[in-house]
């Protein structure tokens, strides 16, 4: 079983930066592909980065340039470094550990403009 907690959310001005982590837990022996989505209000869950096992990234235009997905293997830890936020990346964002299908809790970014 994986469990997952995200951390680092919270409020910033827009421009500004905020850094995601989500660690996993439980029993398993590696996890490789994750992806990290996100759901503001009114709106569906969008994809918003995902890392395979190759070290291959890929990002939803609107934040290339902007967010980076890295993971630390050692630490069973996936990261979302977020820079120059808008208003729009106002959501709850969730860390998905793609091989399991397991989603962590959710955390608010809130941007404010």
């Known amino acids: 079983q994986v469990q997952l907690v995200e951390s680092g959310g919270g409020l910033v001005q827009a421009g500004g930066s905020l850094r995601l982590s989500c660690a996993a837990s439980?029993?398993?022996?590696?996890?490789?592909?994750w992806t990290w989505y996100r759901q503001a209000p009114g709106k569906q869950r969008e994809l918003v980065a995902f890392i395979i096992s190759g070290g291959s990234t890929n990002y939803r235009d609107s934040v290339k340039g902007r967010f980076t997905i890295s993971r630390d293997n050692a630490k069973n830890t996936v990261y979302l470094e977020m820079n120059s936020l808008k208003a729009e990346d106002t959501a709850v964002y969730y860390c998905?550990?793609?091989?399991?299908?397991?989603w962590g809790q959710g955390i608010q970014v809130t941007v404010s403009s």
């Open positions: 439980g029993s398993f022996s590696s996890i490789n592909d």
């Open positions: 998905h550990a793609n091989l399991f299908g397991v």
